[in-house]
Structure formats: structure tokens, C-alpha cells
């Protein structure tokens, strides 16, 4: 059967033959046993929902298997033969251009290239899937198929509920991930619920189908680098010979090091395990791999001396090298830490004195002398920052939980006042501020031939589009254009693409509905040769309530709510969005962030014309409006510029209160 057929026909008419476990794939970590045995059964129950009768004596006793062996139900026997990537848009079978333009999406989140572990559906982050199993992925992949542009398809958590006639007007596609009744939002209710086959973390953008691989958080990164060394340096001051010192070079850390080269700086990439480090020297993302401690230190006063662009892993802890730097008196501009402190007690943090292998058998032998290990490294590394930063390192917190576990491990890290924390998060001093309150965030695109030539194409006229905008631009946001001007004049050389042809840029309201016009009008020309997809990571403006992250910067107290996302997934859904999603927990961990997106197809069309400014016009504006009532300063500029540009945008001003006012009010 060709693909076309294959997609069209969803669950086999006949059960095709068990297939075997592929050893050598990347899989999952096994997950842990937490259903009674009246829950297996219920699990085991819902998993033959699926399939006819007459399979369910053969297929219970292998999903009793597979969650006894993994934890989970995959249903690895229905995963399809063919290969899964990101294919052109005229090879799926479709009725609704639209629909096809989302199976490419899916099949890119899915492709062994891009998923981190693709046999169990997980995309990225350990456990953002796109689907709990494959009979969810065929299922959703034969709606999509079958499906007409007067119908939608609703999605629970991968689980395509139906399709249910709509309108034109409407998005193809709804998607919710993790949605929880509040109280059912501890780790364990993930563990518990999703082994029911009920619920899935879909993290930012696996369960969106909106990843475009490591790409997206190089971009972050270096703005987030650029930005930090312009708190530290003088005007117009060089990076080169500058050191930005940081922990990890795993799944997303590992974009720090091709991040501080893209900013001009010296960076030091300390890895505990050599496999990690070795992998990113070899894929060309780090520039030097050393093993010694002596050895760096030479190195790094060579690069120093000779005012180097240059990366460096090194193979140990981090810890050791905070506190040798200092004994060395090598200055460090700035200092982060991205080990994945949101799992500290297993496998994400490596405590000093320990090799990576003795970790690696006291977590599993003796987790509660690990756990202590690992507060008695927190507090150490925390004592080794304190002493640099008191020389003037600016020292930040990569939204990797750092501080809070530091804390929590009773480290000195508190501020005077014991409620905030000593150094501010990325979010707080430089995301926020710099970008997010203006509007500027993770806007990306996918070209839906599969050619580089259109991707090229759609790099010049954004770069173009750009050009004109800074050229009339505030001087508030002169810096932000010209970051993104270099960003994507650099990008195609910068070698980013994995999977699907895709770019991701840095832009705000104007700036993306501008580019998203252009793209229409060359879609319609021909010039680009078939539809683009547009959308965005959720780590964005007015996506996500992320009280330790994306609304870190928020200080009226209402960064612990989570009404702007809700809005702005509402929003963005009437205003023309193509697919919308709504997720619990992305990036932070489950019960910790509701995070939301959106997908457009542009298929140069009036009616996309129509859409794209409405809907992205409101995806950005939602969240400045609430900054700006936050008391956002930079938010409050931005929503006041774009009310005198657009009469019919009419937001809520707060009115500012002097510190007096509030002065021996409770004596
Ligand atoms: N700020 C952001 O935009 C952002 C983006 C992505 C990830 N994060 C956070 O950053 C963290 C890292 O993400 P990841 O995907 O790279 O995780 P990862 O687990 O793949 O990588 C972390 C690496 O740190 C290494 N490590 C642990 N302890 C160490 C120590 N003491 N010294 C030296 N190396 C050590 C590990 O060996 C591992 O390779 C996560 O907590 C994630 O949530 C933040």
C-alpha cells in the first residue's frame, strides 16, 4: 500500500503481526509503576477502546506487557512502516490543504531526526509527546485525511475526540494537553493519569506540533547572551575575550556554547558527562573539547589575552571550575547554570567529588546520600558564584530551577528581604524587559514544499521586512531590530535546520504581521512555490503564565494566575488561527505553567490576509496589555504606541501610585 493509502486507512482492518521492540532506538526512561491493580485493569480497558473485540484477548495480554516492561501503553504494533518526517504538502492525502499542512507538522515533531524519542511519541524535554500511543497518531492522521475545511477535529491530550462540523472561519484543529482540574496537577497525577491513558504532558511545542528542533532555543539563547553581556559592558564595548562561564551541554543547554559564538564571546561549557560533550563538539556546536582542569585554566588565559570568540567544553563539574576560576582570579563578565536542576535527584544534577559514573550508581543504590550530595554541591556552587559576584560577575538563573533547589538545599542565595532570590532569572532582567513586554518573541515559520530555496526566499523577505521597520522604528526598540536583522541575515549560514524547513525569528506585532503579509503576497505570486505554516514557540509573550519563567516579570501579584493564556488560545482561536493548543505544565514542569499556541497556514489567499492580521495582532497584544497593566514600563510604551496606531485597540490604562501614598498606612 503506498503512503497515501496507508494514512487513509487508520486503524488496519486486520491485527498485522506483533512487532519487536527496536533495542537500539533512543527510548523513553521506563516509567514508574504507580496504577493499583484495579487501575492496570482500567488502564488496559481503555487501551482496547481502540480496536475491535475479537483482537482484545490477544492485544490485552501485550498492553499488560508493555505497562508492566515500560510503565506506559504505547501500542508500539501499531506504529506505521512507512518513514515519519516532515514530507512536501502535496504528498499527503488531503481535502483541506489546511489539515495536510498540520500532518506535516505532526509527522515533523515525530521524525526519528527531530523527536528524542520517537517510538514512544516524545518530542522533546523527556516527556513532551505528541500522542500517548500510535493508535491516537493513526487515528488523528486518517481524520485529518478525510476532513473538509466545514469540520474540526478536537484533540484531548492526543486523543482525537472527532471531528464536528464548523465553518471555514473556524480552526481545522483544537488541542488540549495535560488540562487538569486544578487540584489533580501534582507530579504524580501526570504519572497516574497518564498511565490511565487519559492525559499527556505535551510540553510547549511536541503535543502542538510546533517544534522546529534546536534552532529555536539558539535564537533565545544568543538573545538572551547579547543582552546580558549590554548589562555588563559599556556601550559599544567588544565581547570578544569576554567569558560567560555555564553548566551543561545536554538536550537544550548544549545550544549555549553555538549561542556565545553568535554573541562573540569565550565560552566555557563544563559537562559532567564526556558522551555529551563529545556529541556536541562532533555535531561542530562547540568549538574545543578539554578534559583537564589545568589545561583550561592556560586556555582560557590565552583566549583571554588574545581577545578570543571562542567555545570551550570541558569535561567535569561545573563546581570545580567556579571555584578555580576563583583561585585563579580569572574574571567571569557573566555566570549561568542550565543543568537540569527541574530533576535534581535523578540524573539531572551531578554533585562535585563524585565521577559521573559513581553518581550515576549512588542515585539508583542510594538515592537518600545522592540527594544529600547533591544540596552539599548546591551549597558549594553557590558559595563559589557569591565570591565571583562580589568581584562583579552578573550571575543568572536560566529558568532550570538553579535557585529555587540551591535554596531549598539552604545555599546562600536569598536576598535580604528572605523571599526573592539573590540574582534575578533570565526572564526577569533580560527576556522580559527586552523583549517580551515589547512584543518581541519566538515568531517561526515552515515552508510546506520541503525546498531550501523556499526557505531562502522567505529569509530575504523577512530580512527586507525588517530593514523598513527599523528604519522607522523607535529608539526603545532600535537594539531588538538590529538583533534580529544580524539573526536572520546569519541564519541560512548558520547551518539550523533539522527536519522541516523552518526559521525561527525574533519579532514583535508589527513586525510579524508584516513579514506573515509579505509571505502571503509572494504564496500568492508564486514566488514561494506552496502555503507557509506560521506560529511560535509557547515561551512567548502572551502565550504563557509561567509564574519562574515567561511571567517572572510580572509583579502585581498576578503571576501566580493564568487568565492570559486562557484568552489568549480563545483569542487567537475566532480570529483565524489555523489549530489552537492549550497545555498544562510545559517547560516547568506539570501544575507549574498553563502554556498556549497557535499554527496559521498562509495559502496566499484574502482570506489568510484577512486572518493574519487580526489574529496575530491580537496574539501579541494580549499579553503587552497585560504587562502594561502590570505596570510594566516597556509594556506600557508598547501598548501606548499601538493604540495610537490602531484606533480600535482600546486597553485599560493602570494609574501609577506614589510610594508615599502607601507610607504608615497600617501603623
Ligand atoms: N531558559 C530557557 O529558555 C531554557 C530552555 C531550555 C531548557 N531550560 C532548562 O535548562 C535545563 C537543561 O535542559 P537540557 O534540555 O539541556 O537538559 P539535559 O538534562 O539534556 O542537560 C543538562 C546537562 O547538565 C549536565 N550536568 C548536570 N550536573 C552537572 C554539573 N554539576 N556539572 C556539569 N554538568 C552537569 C548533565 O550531564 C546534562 O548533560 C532544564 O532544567 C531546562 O528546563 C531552560
Not at 527510548?27 to 477502546?49: G, V, W, Y
Not at 538515592?367 to 558564584?385: D, G, N, T, Y
Not at 487580526?614 to 499601538?642: P, Q
Amino acid at each position: 500500500m503506498t503512503f497515501k493509502e496507508l494514512i487513509l486507512k487508520g486503524i488496519p482492518t486486520s491485527l498485522s503481526p506483533r512487532k519487536e521492540y527496536k533495542v537500539d532506538a533512543d527510548h523513553a526512561p521506563r516509567r514508574k509503576e504507580i496504577l493499583s491493580l484495579e487501575e492496570k485493569k482500567l488502564a488496559i480497558r481503555n487501551a482496547l477502546r481502540y480496536f475491535p473485540k475479537d483482537w482484545h484477548s490477544e492485544l490485552s495480554r501485550e498492553f499488560a506487557e508493555e505497562l508492566k516492561e515500560y510503565g506506559r501503553i504505547y501500542m508500539f504494533r501499531f506504529k506505521p512502516d512507512y518513514k515519519i518526517y516532515a514530507r512536501p504538502i502535496s504528498e499527503y492525502p488531503a481535502k483541506s490543504l489546511h489539515a495536510a499542512a498540520i500532518m506535516l507538522m505532526i509527522q515533523n515533531n515525530l521524525d526519528p531526526a527531530v523527536a528524542q524519542h520517537p517510538e514512544e511519541l516524545i518530542t522533546y524535554g523527556g516527556n513532551g509527546a505528541v500522542f500517548q500511543n500510535w493508535a491516537q497518531y493513526v487515528l488523528t492522521m486518517q481524520y485529518l485525511a478525510t476532513m473538509t475545511n466545514e469540520q474540526t477535529l478536537h484533540i484531548y491530550s492526543g486523543h482525537p475526540m472527532g471531528l464536528f462540523p464548523s465553518s471555514k472561519e473556524a480552526p481545522r484543529v483544537v488541542v488540549t494537553n495535560g488540562m487538569m482540574i486544578p487540584n489533580y496537577s501534582k507530579p504524580d497525577d501526570w504519572e497516574k493519569y497518564n498511565a490511565l491513558g487519559v492525559t499527556q504532558y505535551g510540553q510547549m511545542t511536541a503535543g502542538s506540533y510546533m517544534y522546529i528542533g534546536p534552532q529555536g532555543i539558539v535564537h533565545g539563547t544568543a538573545i538572551t547572551v547579547m543582552n546580558a553581556f549590554r548589562k555588563v559592558l559599556q556601550k559599544d564595548e567588544s565581547t570578544a575575550g569576554k567569558i560567560f562561564l555555564t553548566a551543561g551541554l545536554g538536550g537544550m543547554s548544549g545550544a549555549q556554547p553555538k549561542a556565545g559564538n553568535i554573541a562573540g564571546c569565550i565560552t566555557i561549557g563544563a559537562e559532567v558527562n564526556p558522551a555529551a560533550a563529545k556529541k556536541r563538539h562532533e555535531q561542530g556546536w562547540v568549538d574545543e573539547l578539554i578534559d583537564k582542569m589545568d589545561d583550561l585554566v592556560s586556555r582560557v588565559k590565552s583566549a583571554t589575552k588574545n581577545n578570543e570568540t571562542v567555545s570551550l567544553a570541558f569535561i567535569g563539574n561545573v563546581v570545580d571550575v567556579w571555584e578555580r576560576f576563583d583561585a585563579e582570579n580569572i574574571f567571569i563578565h557573566l555566570g549561568s547554570d542550565q543543568t537540569s536542576l527541574h530533576n535534581p535527584w535523578a540524573g539531572g544534577y551531578y554533585p562535585v567529588g563524585l565521577s559521573f559514573e559513581e553518581s550515576n550508581t549512588l542515585m539508583s543504590e542510594n538515592p537518600e546520600v545522592f540527594k544529600k550530595k547533591v544540596q552539599e554541591s548546591l551549597r558549594r556552587q553557590a558559595a563559589a558564584i557569591n565570591k565571583h559576584t562580589e568581584k562583579g560577575t552578573y550571575f543568572f538563573d536560566y529558568g532550570n530551577a538553579f535557585l529555587l533547589e540551591a535554596s531549598r538545599a539552604g545555599a546562600d542565595v536569598m536576598a535580604e528581604n528572605q523571599i526573592d532570590f539573590k540574582y534575578p532569572s533570565y526572564v526577569q532582567d533580560i527576556l522580559g524587559p527586552m523583549c517580551f513586554d515589547y512584543g518581541f518573541g519566538p515568531f517561526r515559520w515552515v515552508c510546506t514544499s520541503g525546498c531550501a530555496e523556499d526557505l531562502q526566499k522567505t529569509d530575504a523577505i523577512a530580512l527586507e521586512v525588517m530593514e523598513e521597520i527599523k528604519s522607522q522604528a523607535p529608539k526603545e526598540i532600535q537594539q531588538q531590530m538590529q538583533d534580529n536583522i544580524k539573526w536572520i541575515s546569519e541564519a541560512e549560514q548558520n547551518k539550523l535546520v533539522v527536519g522541516s524547513q523552518a526559521r525561527i525569528l525574533y519579532a514583535d506585532a508589527e513586525g510579524r504581521a508584516k513579514i506573515a503579509e509579505a509571505f502571503n503576497q509572494a504564496i500568492k505570486s508564486g514566488e514561494i512555490s506552496a502555503p507557509v505554516v506560521l506560529g511560535r514557540d509557547h515561551h512567548d509573550v502572551s502565550g504563557t503564565d509561567s509564574p519562574f519563567r515567561e511571567t517572572s516579570n510580572i509583579y502585581d501579584g498576578s503571576k501566580f494566575t493564568a487568565d492570559m493564556a486562557i484568552h489568549n488560545v480563545i483569542g487567537d482561536s475566532f480570529r483565524g488561527a489555523t489549530w489552537v493548543s492549550i497545555h498544562n505544565g510545559g517547560g516547568v514542569g506539570w501544575g507549574e505553567v498553563i502554556n498556549g499556541g497557535f499554527g496559521m497556514v498562509l495559502d496566499g489567499s484574502e482570506e489568510a490576509s484577512r486572518k493574519l492580521k487580526n489574529m496575530l495582532f491580537y496574539d501579541v497584544n494580549n499579553g503587552i496589555s497585560r504587562r502594561s497593566w502590570a505596570r510594566n514600563d516597556e509594556a506600557l510604551f508598547a501598548i501606548k504606541r499601538e493604540m495610537q496606531r490602531t484606533p480600535e485597540l482600546k486597553v485599560t490604562l493602570p494609574n501609577l501610585v506614589e510610594d508615599e501614598v502607601l507610607e504608615n498606612l497600617f501603623d
